[in-house]
């Protein structure tokens, strides 16, 4: 409870703080205007960046509070967060290897989750809070090396990263897992390892022209890499397979203000053994399914394309023999720039519906293992939260969630939360 409340006051302090700084003459560490909390070191940090050298400290941390239920009394509050301090190099500025480039990552989260911890949310399939998970420890994230051949139409991209990073790919603003990047993972979490998770990794991607590509991967399955104790493994010691993703990512510019966009479809299968859900004799079978990303900006706020009203949705589906999420779909808006007194902030909303395959319920009842509160078939995940761009370097998102069905059960509960994430670049 100490360590909630002392990270609580800290990131109120820093709102209060940086917006505070908006106010005053902007200075070079915490000034408002500046895309690093400690400012750019005397010129040094962008001297280093010129030199090929870009280092980042990030913090992300989320507050959830339960609000409301309909079944539970209790009221808790969870805090998670999650440290990443990473740089990215230019190989060929500072190795003069062309069109070569490099990251490490690593991170640490800390913490604990509302969706673990509150009776209410009691089996939730999705998370109030997004950045807990995999672990809370130190990881290497990234470790990877990518270069550009044939006119940098291809691009080869080989090291240790996770499958999110490059397909499925969707942003992470929203607090609520189900709306908050690659949804595969989330779902087919058992073999497809998103961030922080990392394992050994190639990726192809060819620019057919300038706005579409296609590309496929393969990514060690390795559920060592799981382990708190293995942030740092290395070892290909426990791998039992691959995961083979494919994927066509279009990129057009829509009307007259040339309003950009971005459309995925992609496929993925596993070479790795999972367990047939409705078998009675221990089968094996793999993973395998697809999905389609799609988000688009649809409007320019009084002809400045740089706000304006955007949309997204996501849909995947997976095998009905091996993964209990048969499909996943979210839809949603985002609106930045509303107001000319706060032309960088953004009202965002959001729904997810997750659906449990058929199956599962088959198997629970011939294993006479039905939950009391009855069969499981859909849970619903809602968010809205209006986004404060503090400063360049700080956004505070306060939002609320609404979970319907949590854990899919049809008897199962409806929960409020309430919660704020903040995002910071050191």
């Not at 399939?125 to 270069?147: A, N, P, Y």
Request: hydrophobic content about 35%.
């Amino acid at each position: 409870m100490n360590r909630l409340r002392n990270s609580w006051c800290f990131c109120l302090s820093l709102c209060a703080f940086s917006l505070g700084m908006q106010s005053v003459s902007a200075a070079e560490a915490f000034s408002a205007e500046s895309p690093w909390m400690f400012g750019d070191w005397n010129g040094q940090r962008s001297d280093l960046q010129q030199k090929g050298y870009d280092f980042s400290f990030g913090y992300t941390g989320e507050m959830a509070t339960l609000l409301d239920a309909k079944h539970s009394s209790s009221h808790g509050t969870e805090y998670a967060d999650q440290f990443a301090i990473g740089a990215h190099l230019d190989l060929e500025k500072i190795l003069g290897w062309q069109d070569t480039e490099a990251q490490i990552t690593v991170t640490e989260r800390n913490g604990h989750s509302l969706s673990q911890t509150s009776d209410a949310l009691n089996g939730h399939l999705s998370s109030v809070q997004e950045v807990w998970g995999r672990g809370q420890t130190w990881r290497l994230t990234d470790f990877w090396i990518k270069k550009k051949f044939l006119d940098q139409k291809l691009d080869v991209k080989a090291g240790r990263f996770g499958e999110g990073e490059d397909f499925n790919s969707f942003d992470c603003d929203f607090q609520n897992l189900a709306l908050c990047g690659s949804q595969v993972g989330n779902w087919v979490g058992d073999q497809w390892y998103n961030w922080p998770v990392s394992q050994w990794a190639a990726r192809i991607k060819y620019s057919i022209r300038p706005d579409l590509f296609a590309q496929v991967g393969v990514y060690e399955y390795n559920p060592e890499n799981l382990e708190r104790g293995k942030g740092w493994n290395l070892s290909t010691d426990g791998s039992h397979g691959a995961i083979i993703p494919a994927e066509v990512v279009w990129s057009p510019k829509a009307g007259a203000a040339a309003l950009p966009g971005e459309y995925r479809a992609g496929y993925y299968y596993s070479t790795a053994d999972a367990d047939v859900i409705h078998s009675a004799v221990n089968a094996k079978d793999h993973h395998q399914g697809g999905w389609i990303v799609a988000k688009q900006q649809l409007t320019a706020h009084k002809d400045d394309a740089s706000r304006g009203l955007s949309g997204f949705a996501n849909l995947t589906v997976h095998d009905a023999d091996t993964n209990r999420v048969r499909d996943m779909q979210n839809i949603g808006l985002v609106y930045k720039g509303a107001f000319d007194a706060r032309p960088q902030d953004e009202i965002a909303i959001g729904l997810g519906r997750i659906s449990i395959n058929d199956d599962v319920n088959d198997a629970n009842i011939a294993n006479s293992t039905v939950d009391a509160r009855g069969l499981q078939s859909e849970e619903y995940d809602a968010e809205i939260y209006y986004g404060i761009h503090a400063a360049h370097w700080l956004t505070v998102r306060p939002n609320i969630q609404y979970i319907r069905h949590v854990g899919a059960y049809k008897n199962g509960e409806n929960a409020w939360v309430g919660g704020i994430k903040f995002q910071t670049a050191f």
